[in-house]
């Protein structure tokens, strides 16, 4: 578990590169704020999340898949994960912050993942 990054993960360094090359600035993972947030747009007031379909429990063929061993442990973990983001999320909502969350299995389409983000971030 200590391999396991947290930040400047691959699918995060990604995203990053795709939206500074289109000319975007932000600013990374500012633990002032809740959830320590992976890309902070200040003047435009919108946060995005780069999670990792296993880790965060994501609907699709990745994240439902379960561990074989130590099963107990590893349901409970991504359940608290999943609340803990959900209340993340509703505090900086709260805080007038507008977010997205991007999943892993979702950056593999760059095109498709440039159209949400354009889209998100209004341009």
Not at 41 to 55: A, E, Q, S, V
């Amino acid at each position: 578990m200590q391999a396991v990054k947290s930040m400047n993960t691959s699918i995060e360094i990604g995203v990053r590169r795709l939206l500074y090359a289109q000319g975007y600035r932000y600013r990374l993972h500012k633990n002032e704020l809740p959830g320590c947030p992976d890309l902070v747009f200040t003047r435009l007031r919108k946060i995005i999340f780069i999670h990792g379909c296993f880790w965060h429990g994501h609907r699709c063929a990745r994240g439902k898949r379960v561990p074989k061993s130590n099963t107990d442990y590893w349901t409970a973990k991504i359940s608290r994960n999943r609340s803990r983001d959900a209340a993340t999320l509703e505090q900086l909502h709260e805080l007038g912050w507008q977010t997205l969350v991007i999943w892993e299995c979702e950056t593999k389409k760059k095109d498709v993942l440039w159209v949400r983000l354009k889209a998100f971030l209004g341009a």
